[in-house]
């Protein structure tokens, strides 16, 4: 199996909703819908384009690489807000991955979903990305335990994308948010809660 040197993957925790607004929910996401919501969309050259910001971009660029090699609970607090700062303007996607009841073994109805998204981050069109996966529990427990539950499904996904699809260890970055972000803020407990986010954290910008 091909190993993916040049891909850098963030990862942070448990069901994924595309920003698109499509849903998915019920329903294994395909690699190819995956691709399509991860892939930086084409930006088009013209007088009404803002200037590009390039000492913000390589800010962001360097704190994007200080994350690779980074163990799950090594993050601040502070990072772990700053990552979801940088990731609410990026490509993204929620899938929905169920995980065993108090536990972070995938559930069986999930393993496909996994798998696909395996299959979509090792498409040669997102070589050179960074992505977050992120992890969000419901606010069913404390506070504490919702953040090492969702870190630890965090790192669960992370073993998988490596020793099913070769994607390098040193590339994968897990990070867990508990219960602090919430997709329904007005319904907390809402099982919907739970997600597992990915995010293409690339800083480059392609022109058409």
């Known amino acids: ?31 190819d819908q995956i691709l399509g919501a991860l892939k930086p969309k084409p930006v088009t050259r013209g007088l009404s384009t803002a200037p590009v910001d390039t000492a913000a971009q390589a800010k962001e660029t360097s704190f994007v690489a200080t994350l690779r090699n980074r163990k799950t609970r090594s993050l601040s607090l502070g990072e772990r807000e700053e990552i979801a700062e940088i990731a609410a303007t990026k490509p993204k996607i ?16 999930s393993v496909s979903s996994v798998q696909e998204l395996g299959k979509a981050l090792s498409n040669a069109s997102l070589k050179g990305s960074t992505f977050v996966v992120a ?20 790192d669960t996904i992370k073993k998988y994308l490596t020793d099913k699809y070769g994607i390098v260890g040193a590339n994968l970055v897990t990070v867990g948010y508990g219960k602090t972000k919430p997709k329904d803020p007005n319904a907390p407990l809402d099982p919907v809660n739970r997600r597992v986010q990915v995010v293409n954290m690339d800083t480059k910008t392609a022109s058409q």
Do not use: C, P, W
């Open 1 to 31: 199996m091909t190993r993916l040197n040049g891909l850098s993957i963030v990862t942070i925790g448990a069901t994924l909703s595309m920003t698109a607004g499509l849903a998915f929910a019920g329903d294994t996401v395909s690699a």
């Open 94 to 109: 929620d899938l929905e991955i169920h995980f065993d009841y108090n536990s972070a073994d995938i559930a069986k109805d």
């Open 135 to 154: 992890g969000h529990t419901d606010a069913t427990g404390g506070e504490s335990y919702n953040q090492d539950l969702s870190e630890r499904r965090a």
